[in-house]
């Protein structure tokens, strides 16, 4: 009996033992705790405060060409949101490296270890398997990459030495490098989403088919203008009926084109408001570039008069002749020519045409070409006329202003006279001019 109970107190002993050495390590567990985390916090507080002083000396901006997206002092806000989420993740691993440590300590709590072990392991072995078995399809992946980038270059060097002039191919325009370089850059990039598509994670899975059923459905239904926007504009840029700086007339519109994209064109009229007109409409509807021809052959604008048949045909001519030499901006050479349109019952119509090379002032030079014909036929007393006018006002007064007309000039009026009729016995009233 003296055995047994000697035997029972040494276990006691040893299992009070075991239970406080147990304790012991807990304590130095959650002692060992509490100085990761304030070493972790330290680091955290340590980095930040660096960043406040790197900022605008260590932490350039992140710019594209000259363009600054990102300033200095938002990059540091970031990486010190970034360091804040780094902390609290250390934190999470921390904290779920101890608590199976702990809770291995004690016998009633290691099958809860195990299980929470189980938890832990069964992604990381999962995400684990995925990367090694997706190791072949990234080399793939990586390849393509490559090659699409190298091909990128190479395209970019040709069509850069093409726009310098250095390679060139019979009718292909100059015009044409930066749009046909845009659309093959667009081509590749498409072709090596295709080709890599196939050997991304979850590309067969029904969720990824789903979201690309949606998205293309989605396209479809609301791009229509748009992408007929861009076959139009593709189609304009090949078809070049005109370049930026030009004076058009598109529909209704008219005025420079200050802008061409694959989706719409600008146009700035001549009453300095901006248009924008969508490319399916312009290639829908009749052009007119006056610009086009304007500096190699000129442009003819063209103006037209009626005068009376008592005037000379060619006094007239030579009169509108002078005009047109008269007026900036209209060229000598070609020289201007007269058109007679029409002879009509009261009157023959001449038209002016006339030469210029500065198609954007055009309806200047109009305006300035018409004050001249009206200068010109006033100096020469020779009123421009028009029919009904003529047949309906008295012709004794001529409508051309005082200024041009001789001082001795007198007003007559009219007189009505009585004439003998043919048939005896009866009278005639005939209204004869005071010219008479």
């Known amino acids: 009996m003296d055995n047994l109970e000697t035997i029972l107190m040494r276990i006691r002993q040893a299992g009070s033992d075991a239970l406080f050495i147990r304790i012991l390590l807990t304590i130095s567990a959650v002692l060992v705790l509490f100085f990761v985390l304030k070493m972790i916090n330290g680091v955290a507080r340590k980095i930040t405060r660096d960043l406040d002083s790197w900022s605008g000396v260590h932490i350039p901006p992140i710019k594209i060409q000259s363009f600054e997206l990102i300033s200095t002092k938002r990059v540091a806000e970031i990486l010190k949101?970034?360091?804040?989420?780094?902390?609290?993740?250390?934190?999470?691993?921390?904290l779920y490296v101890f608590i199976p440590i702990v809770l291995s300590f004690f016998p009633r709590t290691r099958e809860i270890?195990?299980?929470?072990?189980?938890?832990?392991?069964?992604?990381?072995?999962?995400?684990?398997?995925?990367?090694?078995?997706f190791i072949p399809n990234l080399f793939f992946l990586g390849l393509v990459g490559l090659a699409t980038r190298y091909v990128l270059k190479f395209t970019r060097l040709f069509f850069c030495e093409m726009e310098r002039g250095r390679i060139a191919f019979s009718g292909f325009h100059q015009e044409w490098v930066q749009p046909t370089h845009k659309l093959l850059r667009l081509l590749i990039i498409v072709l090596a989403v295709v080709v890599a598509s196939p050997y991304l994670p979850g590309f067969g899975s029904p969720a990824f088919q789903g979201i690309s059923i949606f998205f293309g459905v989605l396209l479809s239904l609301g791009s229509t203008a748009a992408i007929a926007n861009i076959v139009a504009g593709v189609a304009i840029t090949y078809m070049r009926?005109?370049?930026?700086?030009?004076?058009?007339?598109?529909?209704?519109?008219?005025?420079?084109?200050?802008?061409?994209?694959?989706?719409?064109?600008?146009?700035?009229?001549?009453?300095?408001?901006?248009?924008?007109?969508?490319?399916?409409m312009v290639l829908g509807s009749h052009m007119i570039n006056y610009s086009a021809l304007a500096g190699e052959a000129g442009l003819i604008l063209h103006t037209a008069v009626t005068i009376g048949y008592d005037v000379p045909w060619r006094q007239v001519h030579e009169l509108l002749l002078v005009a047109a030499r008269a007026t900036p901006e209209i060229l000598r050479e070609p020289p201007p020519f007269v058109l007679q349109t029409a002879l009509n019952d009261y009157s023959v119509s001449y038209e002016l045409n006339v030469y210029t090379a500065t198609a954007s002032n055009l309806l200047k030079i109009l305006s300035e070409l018409h004050q001249n014909m009206q200068d010109k036929f006033n100096e020469a007393n020779i009123e421009i006329m028009s029919p009904s006018y003529s047949a309906l006002r008295d012709g004794n007064q001529p409508t051309i202003p005082e200024d041009y007309l001789p001082k001795t000039t007198v007003s007559k009026g009219f007189r009505i006279l009585p004439v003998e009729s043919q048939q005896p016995g009866q009278l005639q009233n005939v209204v004869r001019s005071g010219r008479d």
């Not at 949101?81 to 921390?94: D, E, P, Y």
């Open 81 to 94: 949101a970034l360091v804040r989420a780094g902390r609290f993740a250390l934190w999470v691993i921390t």
């Open 113 to 133: 270890v195990r299980t929470y072990l189980s938890y832990i392991i069964a992604p990381f072995n999962t995400i684990l398997q995925g990367f090694l078995s």
């Open 241 to 280: 009926p005109f370049k930026v700086g030009d004076r058009v007339k598109i529909a209704d519109t008219m005025g420079d084109v200050i802008e061409k994209t694959l989706l719409i064109t600008r146009v700035r009229t001549i009453k300095n408001v901006e248009v924008t007109i969508p490319n399916s």
